[in-house]
């Protein structure tokens, strides 16, 4: 079960409970019952986040890429467009 499903039954848990204080305690109950479930799975908690950190940046590496070949290209696609103006205005 992933980190997003555990905060996913705490807001199930909590828009189903009567009062704060059973809330917190049953909330506190589920997570720690969540928790228990990881480390019986040898869920390492660094791992996952070096993990989800290193997906980042590659995310954000492949944009930041994406936007150099989107600005060279829209460059490129100006000097073309410059070139066959003056290519016109010869023939003119």
Known sequence: MGLSKAFFL??????NLGTAATQSDKIEGKINEILFDYKSSNFDIDEEISKQNALAENRLDR???KKELDGLESEEH???QV???NKETIKH
């Not at 705490?10 to 828009?15: A, D, G, P, Q, R």
């Open 10 to 15: 705490s807001i199930v848990l909590s828009s």
């Open 63 to 65: 944009d930041s890429i």
């Open 78 to 80: 100006q000097r073309v």
């Open 83 to 85: 070139k066959l103006i």
